[in-house]
């Protein structure tokens, strides 16, 4: 093994195959467990695009100070640092009080069906964790709103949909197109989505919270902006929306990422259709943004809005509390590990 300390220490459990269950036993069997969790798989790369990268994406090349490949940052970096942690603390006779369990995912980029048989095998014993650390978010050297260095931790999870738009017509030579063919019915959905988001909210969590960890370290005026939010609401909303990762954090996503047609290049689509994924706020549900994206393309005839028979739909999960003795210990971790990065 290549971590042979920590895995001679912990317990391990295959789960469907390739997920994987690690438990380390504390010697305090009163303490709920922390679960520390990550994802063995990667997505995939564009066919063709190989010759793109500076290095190979799948050879974990280290270079430049970086490691250089898929799964660098999604998720394998987290993996390994678990590993590490764990075989360091097992080589230096390290006993933990509380038990710690490792729950690796295999399949999170397709379907998470991993995590979910693990989560039923952990319920299924009445495991409830005092703790669940997954993936989280990244440390930024130049936070937006601040110019400085910020160690985002991630208090909830965005939920997931896609949505296929299609239009039904009746197609054609190219020669003789109609005024408005399915593909172009596309395009103006599409465009309307682009042109009209989801809502943003500055006033809910978990940006209402990112702004109190940072208000400190934030320019005067912005401060001034965020405390006069029913004046310049409208304002604050035009800036952060302009900046992709606040933009996140505030809203519902709206991403159009397939697109399908004609089989060749002189005949007119009898069905056009694009795939809109959707990374959904806490303040929303699928419902909500199905809803949002029949209004939105409502003007426009010969459309309907399915769920993407290929992917996969999740609700957005609570909101955890920043005030509890969890979030505590990872903010003081932070802290204390980092580089003078602010957490936030």
Known sequence: ARYPAIFAKMTMEKVLTHAMLM???????????????????????????????????FGGVVADGYVWGR???????SLIAILEAGDALAKSGWTPKRTVIFAFGHDEEVSGAGA????????????????????GYAVLDNYPLTGKPA????????????LQITATTEGGHSSRPPRESGAVRIARALVALEEKQM????????????????A????????????????????????????????????????????????????????????VNFRIHPNDTVASVTQH?????????GLTVTEYED??????????????????????????????????
């Open 23 to 57: 438990t380390w036993t504390g010697t305090d069997a009163s303490l709920p467990p922390v679960i520390l969790m990550a994802h063995q798989d990667v997505v995939p790369v564009n066919p063709g695009t190989d010759a793109d990268w500076t290095h190979g994406p």
């Open 71 to 77: 799964g660098a940052m999604d998720d394998k970096g």
């Open 116 to 135: 979910r048989e693990i989560f039923a095998l952990l319920k299924s014993r009445n495991v409830t964790p005092v703790m669940v650390l997954d993936e």
């Open 151 to 162: 160690a985002l931790i991630g208090v909830a999870e965005k939920g997931y949909i896609s």
């Open 199 to 214: 809502p943003a909210d500055l006033s809910a969590p978990p940006f209402n919270q990112m702004i109190e960890a940072v």
């Open 216 to 275: 400190a370290d934030l320019p005067f005026v912005t401060r001034v902006a965020f405390a006069n939010q029913w004046l310049l609401g409208s304002v604050i909303t035009g800036q952060v929306s302009g900046d992709a990762s606040a933009n996140a954090i505030v809203r519902t996503t709206t991403a159009p990422t397939m697109m399908t047609g004609s089989i060749k290049d002189n005949v007119l689509p009898q069905r056009a259709s694009a795939v």
């Open 293 to 301: 994206v029949k209004d939105v393309t409502s003007h426009i005839e």
């Open 311 to 344: 992917g996969i739909g999740s609700e957005p999960s609570p909101v955890s509390a920043t005030d509890s003795e969890a979030y505590r210990v990872l903010e003081a971790v932070a802290r204390a590990t980092g580089g003078g990065e602010v957490p936030v």
